[in-house]
């Protein structure tokens, strides 16, 4: 299992590191770590959207936690919730 701490300011300068660091940790079960998130961009929910998407159809795992109130709070305002970007229970 493989863990990855999530940038602070989820926008679009953060995009292609984080779309490259997902892509690198494909095939393999994986942690998110949003504790840290203060704002969370379209383009960065777009990208986490791909790739738990990549991971149901790898059958891998593939987990937000955990995560700050701001970044619960924007996924809604995109008509979100956690449970949508992963591919087990919501913690």
Known sequence: MQTIS???RLDLSQASPLASALRDATGTD?????????HLGGL???VLASAASTAR???TS?????RSEA???ALGL?????GD?????AA
């Open 6 to 8: 999530l940038a602070p």
């Open 30 to 38: 994986l942690v998110l770590d949003a504790s840290e998130v203060t």
């Open 44 to 46: 960065a929910v777009q």
């Open 57 to 59: 159809a790898a059958g």
């Open 62 to 66: 593939f987990t937000i936690t955990p």
């Open 71 to 73: 970044f619960d709070e």
């Open 78 to 82: 995109f008509g979100l919730a956690p």
């Open 85 to 89: 970007l992963q591919t087990g229970e």
